[in-house]
């Protein structure tokens, strides 16, 4: 058995597996280490109900970066993407309703039964959102620049990465300040009246975050989910074929193909270091492998404060990473269903468009802001925000004939309770979401024939994401860029030598994108 390799990847998530591929075209010898049974950390499709196919956390995609689809061939190993069309419906509690298409003119026709005002400057918003987002998403494929600097040749990175700054108008680097560190609601406000569009465009400010649509910072999170989209529609979202594990099962594939050795249920229990400098892990079972590389797909809490031995770490560096913000908010319901919900607002059980978009339970800005004011002093949200997807909507294949998968986000469940904890709030607090669902769809009750629920305590557990946070620490702009995850340690390697992130918790952050993996593939190649 080969116990010494060029590279050890801890973690076989969906950017752990990009390293690997890249590494293993390369020509080096790679072992990925999944402490699961499955490969694809939150990034996986689950036979939680016999029968049912379930994408049981990561559930959509649009931010996987195309150089990553393209140079590592997933399409050739089983990736193809159903856009979503209507991406986006939203029914309300007076009986009216509103979509969101792929087709410009259709979806400002819908905006204009709220607000002829906004249906008219709607696609001058998408225009600014589209060119803010040109400026930003070549920096998603870029380390960052190393700062503060410590070499002669570290002084180039920020000029590099200021070049395109500089050739913007004062209006361009404005709008980009501004969408960096205001609030998703400031921005909305100045743009638009009706509540009905600025929460449909809102929530993607506040998904997965530790904050409303009044806390700043929030404009980028939005920013942050438009960073790529699917049949060349910028921010568009979709299915994935088989769900979204067969984005690691390609990714997987893609590197054996190339000679990666990917072995299952093999935690690892700590990383092995002689003279500041790794030199392989070892597994719980007490075995060893050695190798010149070792890369953490881990989030930077779970890496440095858990698989590393705290004096192999400067001080510094250490209080850096316990002050990383890495809780999160994010509740997952996964419901087989025999058969689709019938919305008062938009009635029929027949496979139809409002089954078809995301759908958002989620009334008015006040209603997110509420849903926030509960989190925030420790508590599950009393009403809060519902993303539901039916993916069988789409791949029918995921379900028995007849039945259907609804994946149900919910936000906001805070990691930290004031005065329970998950295991006593979990099941009233499924419940809850289930009743306020069904008070849109009444058939839902006797709909449900299958219940998995996720808190947030289950997602660091089952799916090592600390503090259960789906992103890998807060995308807030003090863990950005070249402060992700620590000022000094942006460009994926460690104070210790010969170790490297690659995981979400380092730039550009979170969501199913491979470009942290890509990433450190790149500078773990430049740099050996």
């Not at 960073?227 to 979709?238: A, D, E, N, S, T």
């Amino acid at each position: 058995m080969i116990s010494s390799y060029d590279a050890i990847i801890i973690g076989a998530g969906h950017n752990g597996l990009v390293t690997a591929g890249y590494l293993a075209r390369a020509g080096w010898k790679v072992l990925v280490l999944e402490r699961r049974h499955i490969v694809g950390g939150a990034c996986v499709t689950e036979e939680v109900f016999p029968g049912y196919r379930v994408s049981t956390a990561s559930y959509l995609v649009s931010l996987l970066q195309d150089k990553v689809v393209r140079e590592l061939e997933l399409p050739r190993y089983g990736y193809k993407v159903f856009p979503k069309d209507p991406a986006y419906f939203a029914p309300y509690p007076d009986g009216r309703y509103m979509f969101m298409y792929q087709d410009m003119a259709r979806t400002c026709r819908e905006i204009a039964k709220f607000s002829a005002k906004d249906a008219e400057r709607y696609p001058a918003y998408e225009a600014y959102i589209e060119r803010i987002a040109r400026l930003i998403e070549p920096l998603f494929l870029q380390p960052p620049p190393q700062f503060p600097p410590q070499r002669l040749s570290d002084w180039l990175d920020p000029l590099r990465a200021g070049r395109t700054l500089l050739g913007l108008s004062n209006t361009q680097l404005a709008d980009a300040i501004k969408l960096m560190t205001r609030s998703v609601q400031t921005i909305l406000d100045e743009w638009f009246e009706s509540d009905a569009l600025k929460v449909a465009l809102a929530t993607d400010g506040v998904i997965g975050t530790n904050g409303g649509p009044h806390t700043p910072g929030t404009a980028y999170v939005l920013l942050h989910h438009v960073m790529g989209g699917v049949g060349g529609v910028r921010g568009l979202w979709g299915f994935v074929e088989g769900g979204m594990g067969a984005i690691t099962q390609a990714l997987a594939a893609s590197a054996q193909a190339h000679g990666t050795d990917i072995r299952t249920d093999a935690p690892v229990a700590r990383v092995m270091t002689r003279d500041d400098t790794a030199t392989g892990v070892v597994l719980q079972n007490g075995s060893e492998f050695h190798a010149n590389v070792v890369i953490s797909n881990a989030d930077p809490r779970r890496t440095f404060l858990q698989l590393v031995e705290r004096n192999a770490l400067p001080d510094e560096f250490v209080a850096q990473i316990e002050s990383y913000q890495c809780e999160g908010t994010s509740f997952k319901i996964n419901l087989g269903l025999g058969e689709l919900p019938d919305y008062s607002a938009f009635p029929g059980t027949a496979l139809g468009p409002q089954h078809r978009g995301t759908t958002h339970i989620c009334p008015s800005m006040e209603y997110l802001e509420r849903a926030w004011d509960d989190a925030k002093y420790g508590q599950p949200s009393t009403h809060p925000l519902l993303e539901i997807t039916i993916p069988t909507a789409y791949d029918p294949t995921l379900a028995p004939d007849g039945k259907h998968i609804m994946g149900i986000f919910v936000q906001y469940a805070p990691y930290q309770l004031k005065d329970s904890t998950w295991a006593d709030e979990k099941e009233g607090f499924v419940q809850r979401v289930l009743d306020i669902l069904g008070a849109y769809a009444p058939n839902l009750p006797r709909a449900i024939e299958h219940v998995h629920a996720l808190s947030p305590l289950d997602l660091e557990q089952e799916y090592g994401l600390t503090g259960g946070n789906i992103f890998h620490g807060a995308l807030s702009l003090d863990q950005l860029f070249f402060m992700r995850p620590a000022l000094g340690w942006a460009r994926y390697a460690t104070p210790i030598r010969n170790l490297y992130l690659c995981g979400s918790g380092a730039h550009p952050g979170g969501g199913v994108t491979g470009a942290p993996g890509h990433n450190a593939a790149m500078e773990i190649l430049q740099k050996r």
